[in-house]
Nanobody, 123 residues
């Protein structure tokens, strides 16, 4: 499956952005999807994961309460709503997918990756 991440941009601290991850296949509705991010000079970091139905989600502690992952399987799309953005949220955000049940928070558990979308938060 091919993934296309979009929605990034340059915003001020406190603003919101919604990222989208669009998939090329209808079978995307059976995939676990995760969002990761990588800031310059830092390792890739888990952000959030959602199961195939959207009924279960999991977040990194630092994102809880500010970020929301959701999906619209009819549109083969997963979203990441990011509120109250901080300068430390600046990174390239990637979506990833893998088949299976449950949730995944480790990058190695994902088989397919999108190209990334840049999020820059100014202070």
């Amino acid at each position: 499956v091919q993934l296309q991440a979009s929605g990034g941009g340059l915003v001020q601290a406190g603003a919101s952005l919604r990222l989208s991850c669009a998939a090329s296949e209808r079978t995307f509705s059976t995939y676990i999807v995760g969002w990761f991010r990588q800031a310059p000079g830092k390792e890739r970091e888990f952000v959030a994961s959602i199961n195939w139905s959207g009924g279960s989600t999991y977040y990194a502690d630092s994102m809880k309460g500010r970020f929301t992952i959701s999906r619209e399987n009819a549109k083969n799309t997963v979203y990441l709503q990011m509120n109250s953005l901080k300068p430390e949220d600046t990174a390239v955000y990637y979506c990833a997918a893998t088949q299976g049940y449950g949730l995944r928070s480790t990058g190695a558990d994902y088989d397919y990756w999108g190209q990334g979308t840049q999020v820059t938060v100014s202070s």
